[in-house]
């Protein structure tokens, strides 16, 4: 059994930066992969990046390629997502997950998640 919870959520203007963390507890943090995911009002949960076990290795969607960065501090049993550029379609409740596997290259689905956390929102608006 593993509990996840987020926070670092809120609210920011176009263009600016956020920093998601997500703290873990029940198992060794090491020894699970981890993601994040979004989802917006009305669409379904999606795919953002995941970070392998050591954090040697992580994958993005292409829409965040590039301004968003996930990295794990594994003494803390903690991982995070910094998020720059923020634009308003990046607005959604962010979650975090353990999922069962990581393959650099591949979205994780839905179906593949482990556990979930309940969620932080990121609302981006002037």
């Known amino acids: 059994q593993v509990q996840l919870v987020e926070s670092g959520g809120g609210l920011v203007q176009p263009g600016g930066s956020l920093r998601l963390s997500c703290a873990a507890s029940g198992r060794t943090f090491s020894s699970y992969p981890m993601a994040w995911f979004h989802q917006a009002p009305g669409k379904d949960r999606e795919f953002v990046g995941a970070?392998?076990?050591?954090?040697?290795?992580?994958y993005y969607t292409n829409s965040v390629k590039g301004r968003f960065t996930i990295s794990r501090d594994n003494a803390k049993n903690t991982v995070y997502l910094q998020m720059n550029s923020l634009k308003p379609e990046d607005t959604a409740v962010y979650y975090c997950?353990?999922?069962?596997?990581?393959?650099?290259?591949?979205?994780?689905?839905?179906?593949?998640?482990?556990?979930w956390g309940q969620g932080t929102q990121v609302t981006v608006s002037s």
């Open positions: 970070i392998s076990r050591s954090g040697a290795i992580s």
């Open positions: 997950a353990v999922v069962r596997r990581f393959i650099f290259g591949t979205m994780i689905p839905v179906g593949e998640v482990d556990y």
